[in-house]
Nanobody, 123 residues
Framework: QVQLVESGGELVQVGGSLRLSCVAS????????MGWIRQAPGKEREFVAA????????YYAGSVRGRFTISRDTAGNTVYLEMNNLKPEDTAVYSC????????????????WGQGTQVTVSS
């Protein structure tokens, strides 16, 4: 079992930046791919980004590639999402997620989820 706690969501203006953080705890956290999934009101969950533990290989959704950067600390239990040049369509609840398989995370079907943190981008 893995527990995930996110923080960092705020109200920001268009073009602004934010950094989200997620702290993971539990058994074998280093075996999990970790990442971020977002969901706007009335919309389906959308994959944002993911990163492995061993290879630290990042993967991004096309909508955020070039604007967002995902990273993971040396211990592997904290993951960050640096968000730059934010747009109104980035407004959503962002949830940290963990999965043993990348494909499950990519399909927004991770085994473990955090509670979510609200990101609102206003003009």
């Amino acid at each position: 079992q893995v527990q995930l706690v996110e923080s960092g969501g705020e109200l920001v203006q268009v073009g602004g930046s934010l950094r989200l953080s997620c702290v993971a705890s539990g058994d074998d956290v280093s075996d999990y791919v970790m990442g971020w999934i977002r969901q706007a009101p009335g919309k389906e969950r959308e994959f944002v980004a993911a990163i492995s533990y061993r290879g630290r290989t990042p993967y991004y959704a096309g909508s955020v590639r070039g604007r967002f950067t995902i990273s993971r600390d040396t211990a592997g239990n904290t993951v960050y999402l640096e968000m730059n040049n934010l747009k109104p369509e980035d407004t959503a609840v962002y949830s940290c997620a963990a999965s043993r398989l990348f494909d499950r995370l990519r399909n927004a079907n991770a085994e473990y989820w955090g509670q979510g943190t609200q990101v609102t981008v206003s003009s």
